[in-house]
């Protein structure tokens, strides 16, 4: 029976977008007490889903029953359990940050959130390539709604270029969908896992340019360069809030590297064991330097959170490029104090810039400045990786994870230089916020600083640093999280022989 | 096999034809390369399930074989979403038009050009 509630986490959202969206378009308040109570759900479901994950044994969940190839499966295991976690933390933070001015500013936010998170959750758990490519499709509609969520020109003009890219980002999904198919006959992930080693020879060349199709789909999904150019334009003309969601949408992509690459192209893919290896760790490092070089040419708060995003997706690309259990647990675990910092980062350049049109630096800031540039300290510290914080412990953990003799003249100069040139960008750009800026008194007119969203913003440090303290116990989790991934088997049992699949529906 | 190479060529058209209008810098033509290209990805599609003639899409004893009618599904999803996609990014496009008054796709803050209306607020550094 446990298997059921594999689907509650996509079944929530999905209701409450639809009833957000015919029963309650009309009734702000109505909206919200029901789109906070949802998220709360997909949380508490979230770590309930956690907790069943923890056993170590893959969850499937066979939606109509259908048997396992045939039919479409979710399917449950650690890595999926954790991102869920990550999403239901993230989308309870944003959602709480969100009620206020920012929801009221167009109409449906709360359905859009919901629609993405229903996105959102279905690509982490589903284990159907079709599917996953259904979901994506899901959460990209509802975020070009939240992208474009309050309108205005230059929003407009970002938007075109993000739904653009991602058009074109899912027709190259679709070909390289078409490839694996046309040369495996199945789109299940297990199945695919089982079939990718007894293709015939012939086909070998059909199915890597398959492979690396897909690689360059989650590439964009994840900001790799040289695909990396939607991502300052989105995030940085997009309102707060969204942004702040979209920070985990870029880990959606590195989930979809991570599970496709260990699963089905993984160690015992035979001819095409790790064909995305080579790619990953160069791409991660020039990710890492350009994500850097935008961090210091970045001309305002948000270019400079941006870009710093970026830097992040490189890091943790690092991480997963060095196909090691040590590098993908540093890897799960970067991203995920990585996700939380960006997104109390965006949130809080929402507070700061309230009012300048999200660009340039703001005619004043809200009372007591020393609050937030307090704020600002503590998660420019997480961001680029100074101690005590979350983001030193993940550096550390991925640089100690790549410090085998082949990577480690790659990898060492990499994240330790960025990391320097990214505390001088993060510098610079506080002293010229809190220092050079206006300051609080400096005009009299008040600006009365919004308080959930501070609250939310305090919430997400504390988060960071409860991820510091217990750094212990969450590398454990991810540790196991890595060795289940890097050793599929269980993973393909559980989806093609489950337990229940026999057993009749209803009576 | 003048078949194949019929679908072959058409799909490489098809898609030839999509990223040259991708890349031309006004909205109109990138909306229409769009749609190209997801013409040209659904032919693709389609062909994944091998070109068979005269066959049912079901397994049965009366035909000597059967074609796969799964890629048939699979390209059914991609034109509704497809569609969906394209509705979408042309009344974006609609709207970015009617705001800006041209319909180019360059976000205009290129340094030789007065910036877009909100980045003018920024204080002089």
New interface residues.
Partial sequence: MTSQWLIVPVAIPAMTAALLVLAMRHSLSGQRIVSVAATALQLVTAIGLYVLAGDGEPHAYLLGNWPAPFGIVLVLDRLAATMLLLAGLLAFAVVLAAIGAWDRRGRHFHALFQFQMLGINGAFLTGDLFNLFVFFEVLLIASYGLMLHGGGARRLKAGFHYVAINLIGSTVFLFAVGLVYATTGTLNMADLAVKVPQVAAGDHALLAVGALLLLTVFAIKSAMVPLHWWLPPTYGSTSPPAAALFAIMTKVGAYSIIRVYTLIFGAEAGALAGIAAPWILPAGIVTLLFGTIGVLAGRNLLDLICYSVIASMGTLLVAVGLTSTAGLAAALYYAVQSTLTSAGLFLLAGILLEGTGGRGSPARLPPPASLYAGLYFLLAIAMVGMPPLAGFIGKFLILDAGRAASQIASVWPAILVTSLLLIVGFTRTGIRLFWNGPGADATPALRVAPLLPTVVVIGIVVAVAGLSVLAGPAMNDMTATAEQLLAPQRYIAAVLRPRLASAPPGE | MSMELLMATGIGALTAVGLYL?LLRR?FP?VIG?TF??Y??NV??FV???LAVDRPPIVGTSADGYTDP??QA?VL??IV??F???A??VV??L??FL??GVDD????IRPDEEP????R???P?
């Fill in positions: 991708i909205s990138v769009l290209l997801s040209a990805v693709f599609l994944m399930g091998r799964l890629p699979l999803t991609a979403i497809t969906g996609m394209t979408l990014i974006l496009s709207r970015a705001e800006t796709v360059t976000l205009g877009s209306d909100t980045a607020s920024e204080a550094r």
